[in-house]
């Protein structure tokens, strides 16, 4: 089924019936169409072309109720050809860009405060997918905190900061820390985690004379924590309990309870997530469209985001109820994921 299959009268009845199912929540019946929408025609008349969306898969009617709600096949419809996007408030832009520019320069910072603001201003469940850190390493800093821990500060080449806790082996003194630091800038500057950890394992033997036992294992662990990133990145989740405003029936729940599970578990999340970067621009996966929201009727708007080489790096966008506002939520994301960009530059 596509837009060009439906006549006039049957788009303007069901664009209205979205509008005002993403309104209430509630199924739209044939009277309360009739008062909304501009052409005069009577709730028999609008009663059959609801019959007739509805035997194309575009509609149906839950329980027994009169009126009809949009199949997650209709709300596709509805948002590929029929939705109006709007543009994001100059409140929302200010408040996005408050509040990530405040976060500093580091990358975790940015990437939280704006999940949260995507959360709050949607009204949905923020997520967005940290990139496995592939900078070339300009200076690192062991800073003693006391109680065997350390802050292990990494500062980029292109500027990007980045913190990290480790425990300490027993012994290590803060001299111990500074000798790292020094042999980890002095050794491998310029170059990725990766390859810094590559090559530490490799010349460690050859460069005893110039570490004792306990260094090393703090270098090792100091650079060691960003290889615990998973393999296509981390995922920051912000705002699950959005999901639960607009529960009215313990079915319902049980359904969020279910994505619930599949958010705690990520890796559903993660494939999902890593195959809207190969995508360009905004990506929308309705209810059933995806598995993973196909049992809790929920849908997901994300946009991916890129770093100072303009390379993909991310994605970032909101999980929420199938009825979520689209045509606010859509530019939302997209601004949310260029101004990432920017400040990721």
Known sequence: MSIADLSQRSLEIFRELVDTYVETGEPVGSRTLSRRIKTPLSPATIRNVMADLEEAGLLYAPHTSAGRLPTAEGLKLFVHGLLEIGDVTESDRLEIENHCKSAGKSVEDILKQATGMLSGLSKCAGLVMAPKSQAALRHIEFVHLGNQRSLVVLISQDGMVENRLIELPEGITISMLNQASNYINSHFSGATLQEVLQRIHSQMDQNKHELDQLTQRVIEAGIGVWSGDKENGSLIIKGQNNLLQDVQEIHDLEKIRGLFDVMDT????????????????????????????????????????????????????????????????????????????????
Do not use: W
Not at 270 to 297: C, M, P, R, T, Y
């Open 266 to 345: 990520q890796e559903s999340l993660h494939k999902l997530l890593n195959a809207s970067i190969q995508a360009d621009g905004v990506q929308i996966f309705i209810g059933a469209e995806n598995n993973l929201f196909s049992l809790s009727g929920c849908s997901m708007v994300v946009s991916p985001y890129t770093n100072a080489q303009r390379q993909v790096v991310g994605a970032i966008g909101v999980v929420g109820p199938a009825r979520m506002n689209y045509g606010k939520i859509i530019p939302l994301v997209d601004y949310t994921a260029k101004l990432v960009s920017r400040l990721l530059s």
